[in-house]
């Protein structure tokens, strides 16, 4: 073998791995700003329902002329944030369409409507909250929120230390892998999510959302297609991470 062919094969294989050295991210750009938290030896405790299910945890249907403030009896005073899955409601902060998180006190919510003939079907999260709450209306299309830095396909879009909260949206990049502590639930509106539940793979399909019972938990989840949209709700200090 001659000095000038190896020299050539030494040169095309160090531009070889050059080009590969710039396609991979490293991992500082591949995990965000932090590396992933580790695995907890507790499961997150992921359920999994459809849009409609009345068995379901904090969830509840509001019918034409139905007053918000029949399902939250005996909370009032309390601070609480609705995450509406679908249909329509009317309130002073104007229309919330599917996706959309509104938080306030119960005893303001009882001035909101549905005005389809449709039922409004929402989710809640009460919040211990021992300061005013203002009225935030949080539209799952806003402009307002911001994307976190070096993690692909995930915007907060409103972090609300006031009430110990942050509103999430998740998507669409196709196979992203984040990795989350903090999260309490999460409503997909296209698309799918798988969601590692300990040994467990759990799908959460378009029009189903899911519980997560120990937000302390570290929750893998990944976008199962490029249409994934997701909106969920997690503590204002949740820690976000690329798997």
């Keep these: 073998m001659s ?6 094969r030494r040169s095309d294989k160090r531009l070889k791995d050059a080009v590969l050295a710039k396609e991979i991210p490293r991992d500082d750009d591949r995990r965000g700003p932090a590396p992933p938290p580790p ?21 509840r249907r509001i019918n034409s002329g139905e007053e918000a403030g029949d399902f939250l009896e005996g909370n009032k005073g309390t601070a609480v944030a609705l995450l509406l ?19 306030s006190t119960a005893s303001e919510l009882q001035a909101l409507r549905n005005p389809g003939v449709e039922p ?34 995930l915007r907060t879009l409103a972090r609300l230390p006031e ?7 998740l998507g669409p990049p196709p196979g992203a892998r984040w990795v989350f502590k903090g999260v309490t639930a999460i409503a997909v509106f296209s698309g799918r999510l798988a969601a590692f539940d300990g040994d ?7 029009l189903s959302f899911a519980r ?14 490029d249409s994934a949209l997701a909106v969920a709700f997690a503590a ?3 820690v976000a991470a690329l798997s």
């Excluded at 000095?3 to 050539?8: G, L, S």
């Excluded at 507790?42 to 409609?52: C, D, I, L, Q």
């Excluded at 009430?163 to 949206?169: D, K, S, T, W, Y």
């Design 236 to 238: 204002d200090s949740f």
């Design 163 to 169: 009430v110990g909260l942050a509103v999430l949206r």
């Design 212 to 225: 997560v019972a120990d937000p302390t938990a570290t929750l893998y989840l990944e976008a199962g297609n």
């Design 39 to 59: 695995r907890t030896a507790h499961a997150p405790g992921v359920s999994v329902h459809r849009f409609g299910d009345e068995a379901a945890p904090n969830c």
């Design 85 to 103: 899955l679908q249909g329509h409601l009317e309130g002073a902060q104007g229309v919330l369409s599917g996706g959309d998180v509104l938080v």
């Design 200 to 206: 467990d793979v759990k799908e959460i399909r378009a």
């Design 120 to 153: 409004a079907l929402l989710t809640f999260v009460e919040i211990s909250s021992k300061v005013p709450v203002r009225t935030h209306h949080i539209r799952r299309d806003g402009l307002t929120g911001t994307a976190v830095p070096g993690i692909t396909g």
């Design 3 to 8: 000095r000038f062919f190896w020299k050539e």
